[in-house]
């Protein structure tokens, strides 16, 4: 009886190891996309002469820092939602 609830335990790890890499993934995807429409829409700005163009200077590159940082410190933020050990 304990081998199998050892097996299930390990399934279960698995799995949500499996499901927080997916989400990991896809956040840094969605950080990708937002961070090229930032470039592009900063970039047609300084083109255009825009007086908003620092501002939105500005904004890019807060967004690849909190990118950056998110990827610094991803293996820590899995860790707030729990280790598996078994």
């Known amino acids: 009886m304990k081998i199998h609830t050892l097996l ?4 279960t790890t698995v799995a949500l ?11 840094n995807i969605i950080f990708i996309i937002i961070l090229a429409l930032g470039l592009i829409n900063t970039v ?7 007086p908003g163009a620092m501002n939105s200077l500005g904004q890019l590159i807060v967004g690849v820092i909190v990118f950056f940082v998110f990827n610094v410190f991803k293996d820590d ?3 707030i939602f729990g280790v598996f050990q078994y």
Not at 8 to 11: A, D, N, P, S
Not at 17 to 27: G, L, R
Request: proline content about 0%; cysteine-free.
């Open 17 to 27: 190891e499996d499901f927080s890499a997916f989400v990991i993934s896809a956040v």
């Open 77 to 79: 933020l899995s860790g």
């Open 8 to 11: 299930l335990q390990t399934g």
């Open 44 to 50: 047609r700005k300084f083109v255009m002469s825009d």
